[in-house]
């Protein structure tokens, strides 16, 4: 007997037979750049149908923020997608790293200093099929949204997350690779905004806490600060880096640790992290509120410094 399973009820769009409504206009202030020549976001013809990315999500991506003009951290952004392709077998273009400059030249000029900049690769265009093609020519898509100067996610909203029904496979191939394939992501975010909550937490198939749906997790447990490490499926951030440095520079002990759910039991402070997202406080996990009012005393420490940092490696 099969278990009954929780469908997704997704909004039909349309009526069956009638005329699909027009694709929505791009959102305001992106700039994009598709194989290296700035293209129209408003154009629809971009890429092959037959491009891999699109029909096996087989390709790579990388979120960063533009602060002030500047990417943070792009050295890193650009070794964990060299890891990724390494593990894909994606042999990546050598001048990505003078088209992000350029495109972020172009951006400046536009005025557009604050960002999220997307930078996608996919392994190309190739008959229907699995088999690598053997000469493939990576395709390379890089968006440029403005976005307003500073998250400061410290002034929003805590968050309440859920934990979701599916887990982190840390036995993937893939685990730890920032890959195109995010749809269990978009399924565990979208049953978290159903449930009410901000987003939804995995744990690994062993049951240990691994990470949000597109951020890492820290909780704080006394003074000390835990993240689960690269064997509990987690996407190595590259803001979940920065405040591991953080930490040690102030004098904050933290560790990678296995952590299972009961555990959670012990924090008094918990926070995501992610470059978007950069460092956000969570205020309830599945329901139970955190025992220190969020931000705690530990994350607002940590996202100070974090502010600070921006701003010593992005100055104006
Ligand atoms: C699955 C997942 N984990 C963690 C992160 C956080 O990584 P970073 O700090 O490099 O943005 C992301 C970012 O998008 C992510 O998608």
Known sequence: MTAARTELSLDVPHAPGAEPPPPPPPPPGVLLWVNGSRADPA?????????????????????????????????????????????????????????????????????????????????????????????????????????????????????????????????????????????????????????????????????????????????????????PPAGCGVLPGITRAAVLEIAAALGIPAREQAIVPDQLRDAGEAFLTSSLREIAPIASIDHRSMPNRAPGTVTRRVADAFAALVQRECAP
Do not use: W
């Not at 790579?60 to 990417?71: N, P």
């Not at 495109?103 to 099929?129: C, E, I, K, N």
């Open 43 to 227: 154009s629809a013809t971009h890429l092959s149908a037959l491009d891999r990315g699109f029909t096996l999500a087989d390709g790579l991506f990388e979120t960063m923020r533009a602060y002030h003009g500047s990417l943070f951290r792009l050295d890193q952004h650009l070794d964990r997608l060299d890891h990724g392709a390494r593990v894909l077998g994606i042999p990546l273009p050598l001048d990505l790293r003078t088209l992000i400059g350029h495109a972020m030249r172009d951006a400046r000029d536009a005025g557009v200093y604050d960002a999220a900049v997307r930078l996608t690769v996919s392994r190309g265009v190739s008959p229907p099929g699995l088999a690598p093609p053997p000469n493939a020519q990576p395709t390379v898509v890089l968006a440029v949204h403005a976005l307003p100067v500073r998250n400061a996610a410290l002034d929003q909203h805590a968050l309440h997350v859920c934990t979701a029904r599916a887990r982190r496979n840390e036995h993937a191939l893939t685990a730890g690779v920032k890959t195109l394939d995010y749809v269990e992501s978009v399924l565990a975010f979208a049953e978290a905004r159903a449930a009410g909550a901000d987003d939804a937490l995995f744990l690994d198939t062993a049951g240990h806490l691994s990470e949000a749906t597109a951020s890492n997790v820290f909780t704080v447990v006394g003074e000390t600060l835990l993240t």
